[in-house]
């Protein structure tokens, strides 16, 4: 019988947080597949337990995740954990869930905290639908051209980011997504030196600068999404009446909408009813 694969997630800061049945798996498995085995040891160590490290990090991930689905063949029983929070989500470990689905291994869950959902729980910005979009690029050029493809978004986004680069980020942001958009910040979240503020971008982006929101720690971003788009001057008929003369209508819609700034879908159906289809 193959063994059984746990992805267990870790305290992002209060050891408190971490689950007796997180606990119990990191005492009864045969290896603990880590991000970085001295971080995870020290966790060991405060727990009292012995549990082999095995290291599996962005630079080994093929061939530990290897390694592993051999072991797990073998009958033996591995935990997947990261430095902190929920493995996969910004973190390693995709490609060892990915190759024992395919080799028919038992994958378990054991959750718990998770730095993405913290922020969301206290942000006070819409959560029935949003996006997780992880690191922004670090270089600007890139990082601009990214957050630019998300400003229309309508989904609350959340996004991590290092201290040496939340000011920049949040100028972007402020001119890309516009500075009376409501967001959140979260640093050091669970940790001593907690601290959350919810306001504007204009307003976090001054916080960050004059050191009301202090740069050290790690940083959780969530942005509300884009609402209302401007009025637009162009004429919207003629523009999907032009556009549906040489192009397929969703395609025309797509087009349309960029252009406009409104919803694709509304572009869609405004086109259906212009060209008097059934479906409309």
């Not at 689905?69 to 997947?80: F, H, P, R, T, W």
């Not at 080799?103 to 996006?131: H, K, N």
């Amino acid at each position: 019988m193959s063994g059984t694969l746990f992805v267990v997630a870790t305290p992002i800061g209060n050891l408190e947080d971490l689950s007796p049945r997180a606990r119990q798996t990191l005492a009864e498995v045969d290896l603990v597949a880590a991000e970085d085995t001295r971080h995870t040891g020290r966790l060991l160590s405060h727990l009292g337990l012995k549990t082999r490290l095995f290291a599996l990090h962005e630079h080994n991930e093929a061939r530990a995740a290897r390694a592993l689905i051999e072991q797990l063949k073998d009958g033996k029983s591995v935990a997947l954990v990261s430095d902190a929070g929920t493995p996969l989500v910004s973190d390693p470990g995709y490609r060892l869930v990915q190759a024992a689905h395919e080799s028919g291994i038992v994958i378990s869950p054991v959750p718990g905290p998770s730095a993405v959902t913290a922020a969301l729980s206290i942000s006070g910005l819409p959560t029935d639908r949003f996006a997780f979009e992880g690191f922004p690029p670090a270089k600007t050029v890139a990082r601009r051209k990214w957050l630019e493809a998300r400003a229309a978004d309508d989904r609350t986004l959340v996004f991590f980011e290092a201290v040496h680069r939340i000011d920049a980020t949040l100028a972007d942001m402020v001119e890309l997504f516009g500075a009376d958009r409501q967001a959140f910040v979260g640093r050091e979240l669970t940790k001593l030196h907690e601290q959350c503020r919810r306001a504007s971008l204009g307003e976090l982006l001054n916080d960050v600068t004059n050191g009301t929101i202090v740069s050290k720690g790690e940083f959780v971003i969530a942005v509300h999404g884009a609402t209302d788009a401007p009025a637009s001057s162009i004429d919207v008929d003629r523009l999907l009446t032009e556009l549906a003369e040489a192009l397929p209508s969703k395609k025309a819609a797509t087009i349309a909408a960029r252009v406009t700034g409104e919803k694709r879908n509304a572009m869609y159906q405004r086109l259906l009813e212009l060209k008097g289809d059934d479906d409309a």
